[in-house]
């Protein structure tokens, strides 16, 4: 019903910049908060950046001061500003959107497919 097509992952060097985009297709009547996270091989999947309809944001300590997340409501599409990127930022980028509603339903979430982001000199 919903689907999440994410851009702009790649190859950075360190303290180099990316951004990420993350835009939610469907019949969407609204989506409460849509967020970013991460998954770095053998670790778990964490939150990034967070963000809700009304502009409310959230940041993992780690990323705090290089990253920002924002949204254009409009478009039910979000996305994240990366700078100064560390090798540790390597991961594999997921965007997720919670508290979807549709004409039909309300409640849903979903996921991206995910985009690499590697940070390597």
């Known amino acids: 019903q919903v689907q999440l097509v994410e851009s702009g992952g790649g190859l950075v060097q360190p303290g180099g910049s990316l951004r990420l985009s993350c835009a939610a297709s469907?019949?969407?009547?609204?989506?409460?908060?849509m967020g970013w996270y991460r998954q770095a091989p053998g670790k778990q999947r964490e939150l990034v950046a967070a963000i809700t309809s009304g502009g409310s944001t959230n940041y993992a300590d780690s990323v705090k001061g290089r990253f920002t997340i924002s949204r254009d409501n409009a478009k039910n599409t979000v996305y994240l500003q990366m700078n100064s990127l560390k090798p540790e930022d390597t991961a594999v980028y997921y965007c997720?959107?919670?508290?979807?509603?549709?004409?039909?339903?309300?409640?849903?979430?979903?996921w991206g497919q995910g985009t690499q982001v590697t940070v390597s000199s």
């Open positions: 469907g019949s969407i009547f609204s989506i409460y908060a």
């Open positions: 997720n959107a919670d508290g979807i509603a549709t004409m039909t339903v309300s409640g849903l979430s979903s």
